[in-house]
């Protein structure tokens, strides 16, 4: 499959500095990460809280700088593109955060909210754009009342929708979803992530989908990256993932879940918690919480090794 977007050897480190006299320190968010993107793929992002998960959607996305690394979009180089020469891509390629409380402004209408960036990007005649924000807002399950309504009108879920008809309406090609439902009541979480699929395929989308809920990643995800203070530690099709994993820090994570963990019934639910991304383990970043850890482990960082076409895993275990 084509790559939508590529990353190769992506760093972000953030200065961290406790007070004006102390020295800064390094957190080490994304580190030394490469990947590809399929076209037209739910290519999921997993990994507890603080492996760097927004740090990567951000950075795709342009919205922070790289301390190193490449990204690039359809083939072309954008990691050094200016604010200028990026405009092409803010409209390809849009984001929906996790909060639809306070993604949307309070005391704008819906209709200048989702027609926003219509007005930044396309020099339209208003009444295009009023058909444009009508056709999207009922494309995400809303009508054209909605768009003389104010935020605080709408329940949880379709403040989600109206966040989605804001990114939408540009037709992007590539979406950050980051969290989108995790804020949601399960029942409408159910529902919007049914929307986003349906979406996805009508409009020939890509999604970077970045969760911490691996029943939800069952349930959309075509591609899974394992995420673990930074770096890769598994990354395959959904189905290898959920069906043949190999990592153990992906094994607990799925063990996590009783109806999709399909492993070996091993002792592997995460121990402990996870270490201070201030001061990383040496060797390993996971032999600190890991079950089959060697003594390898904690000496040696392993590489990244390909189990099968497009399954990668970096483990002691397979090197
Ligand atoms: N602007 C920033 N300044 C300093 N450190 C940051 C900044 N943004 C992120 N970090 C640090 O980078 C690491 C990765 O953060 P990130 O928000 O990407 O994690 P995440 O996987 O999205 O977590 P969560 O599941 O909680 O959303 C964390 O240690 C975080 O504290
Ligand atoms: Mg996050």
Same mark, same amino acid.
């Given at each position: 499959?084509?790559?939508?977007?590529?990353?190769?050897?992506?760093?972000?480190?953030f200065d961290?500095?406790?007070?004006?006299?102390?020295?800064?320190r390094k957190? *080490?968010?994304?580190?030394?990460?490469s990947?590809?993107?399929?076209r037209?793929?739910?290519?999921?992002?997993?990994?507890e809280?603080?492996?760097?998960?927004?740090?990567?959607?951000?950075?795709?996305?342009?919205?922070?700088?790289?301390?190193?690394?490449k990204i690039?979009?359809?083939?072309?180089?954008?990691?050094?593109?200016?604010?200028k020469?990026?405009?092409?891509?803010?409209?390809?390629?849009?984001?929906?955060?996790?909060?639809? &409380?306070?993604?949307?402004h309070?005391?704008?209408l819906?209709?200048?909210?989702?027609?926003?960036?219509?007005?930044? @990007?396309?020099?339209?005649?208003?009444?295009?754009?009023?058909?444009?924000?009508?056709?999207?807002l009922?494309?995400?399950?809303?009508?054209?009342? @909605?768009?003389?309504?104010?935020?605080?009108?709408?329940?949880?879920?379709?403040?989600q929708?109206?966040a989605?008809?804001?990114?939408l309406?540009?037709?992007?090609?590539?979406?950050?979803?980051?969290?989108?439902?995790?804020a949601?009541?399960?029942s409408?979480?159910?529902?919007t992530?049914?929307?986003?699929k349906?979406?996805?395929?009508?409009?020939?989308?890509?999604?970077?989908?970045?969760t911490?809920n691996?029943?939800?990643?069952?349930?959309?995800?075509?591609?899974?990256?394992?995420?673990?203070?930074?770096?890769?530690?598994?990354?395959?099709?959904?189905?290898?993932?959920?069906?043949?994993?190999?990592?153990? &820090?992906?094994m607990?994570?799925?063990?996590?879940?009783?109806?999709?963990?399909?492993? *070996?019934?091993i002792?592997?639910?995460?121990?402990?918690?996870?270490?201070s991304?201030?001061?990383?383990?040496?060797?390993?970043?996971?032999?600190?919480?890991?079950?089959?850890?060697?003594?390898?482990?904690? *000496?040696?960082?392993?590489?990244?090794?390909?189990?099968?076409?497009?399954?990668?895993?970096?483990? @002691?275990?397979y090197?």
């Open positions: 499959m084509e790559a939508i977007v590529t990353i190769e050897n992506l760093r972000k480190y961290i500095k406790k007070s004006i006299f102390s020295k800064p957190v *080490k968010a994304i580190n030394d990460i990947l590809n993107i399929p037209g793929s739910i290519f999921s992002v997993v990994g809280s603080g492996s760097g998960k927004s740090t990567l959607g951000r950075l795709i996305l342009k919205l922070i700088e790289p301390t190193s690394g690039c979009f359809e083939g072309e180089d954008i990691t050094d593109l200016g604010s020469d990026l405009i092409k891509y803010r409209r390809e390629m849009q984001i929906v955060q996790q909060d639809p &409380y306070n993604s949307l309070p005391r704008k819906i209709k200048d909210i989702v027609g926003e960036g219509l007005k930044i @990007h396309y020099k339209l005649p208003s009444d295009e754009i009023y058909v444009r924000i009508k056709e999207i009922e494309r995400v399950g809303l009508r054209e009342e @909605h768009m003389f309504r104010y935020p605080h009108e709408f329940s949880g879920g379709q403040r929708r109206i989605m008809a804001r990114a309406v540009l037709r992007p090609k590539f979406l950050v979803l980051d969290e989108p439902t995790s949601l009541d399960v409408v979480q159910a529902r992530l049914a929307l986003l349906e979406l996805k395929e009508s409009l020939e989308l890509t999604y970077l989908f970045i911490h691996l029943a939800v990643v069952d349930y959309i995800a075509t591609h899974v990256t394992v995420m673990y203070l930074g770096k890769i530690m598994e990354l395959g099709s959904k189905d290898e993932i959920f069906s043949n994993q190999k990592h153990p &820090y992906t607990s994570l799925l063990e996590a879940i009783p109806s999709v963990g399909r492993g *070996k019934r002792r592997k639910i995460p121990r402990g918690e996870i270490p991304p201030l001061d990383p383990p040496k060797g390993c970043l996971f032999h600190t919480r890991c079950v089959q850890a060697m003594d390898i482990c904690s *000496k040696e960082e392993p590489d990244e090794i390909e189990i099968s076409k497009g399954h990668l895993c970096r483990c @002691h275990l090197s």
